[in-house]
């Protein structure tokens, strides 16, 4: 499955933003999704997740309450809306999926991942 993230942008802290992870290929459906973001000069960490039956979602303790993973199988999109952001969220994005996961924290998981779009969170 071939992956598109966007959504990124300047925002002030305090402001929101929402991701989406756009799939084609394969139907997004039977994939869960994750996103991970990027700081300079870091690793890549896990954000949150959502496994294929969408039953579950997952969440890095940094951002739990403040964002919340949704998809949306009609079209074919994982989206990400991040409130209350703060400086620190300012990172590249990354969405990746794996084929009926549960939803994995770790990179290692997911086979298949998006370009990244860039989130800056001004104080």
């Known amino acids: 499955v071939q992956l598109q993230a966007s959504g990124g942008g300047l925002v002030q802290a305090g402001g929101s933003l929402k991701l989406s992870c756009a799939a084609s290929?394969?139907?997004?459906?039977?994939?869960?999704v994750g996103w991970f973001r990027q700081g300079p000069g870091k690793e890549r960490d896990f954000v949150a997740a959502?496994?294929?039956?969408?039953?579950?979602?997952y969440y890095a303790e940094s951002v739990k309450s403040r964002f919340t993973i949704s998809r949306d199988n009609a079209k074919n999109t994982v989206s990400l809306q991040m409130n209350s952001l703060r400086p620190e969220d300012t990172a590249v994005y990354y969405c990746?999926?794996?084929?009926?996961?549960?939803?994995?924290?770790?990179?290692?998981?997911?086979?298949?991942w998006g370009q990244g779009t860039q989130v800056t969170v001004s104080s």
């Open positions: 990746a999926a794996a084929p009926y996961g549960s939803g994995s924290r770790l990179t290692s998981g997911y086979a298949s």
């Open positions: 290929g394969r139907t997004f459906s039977s994939y869960a």
């Open positions: 959502i496994s294929w039956t969408s039953a579950s979602t």
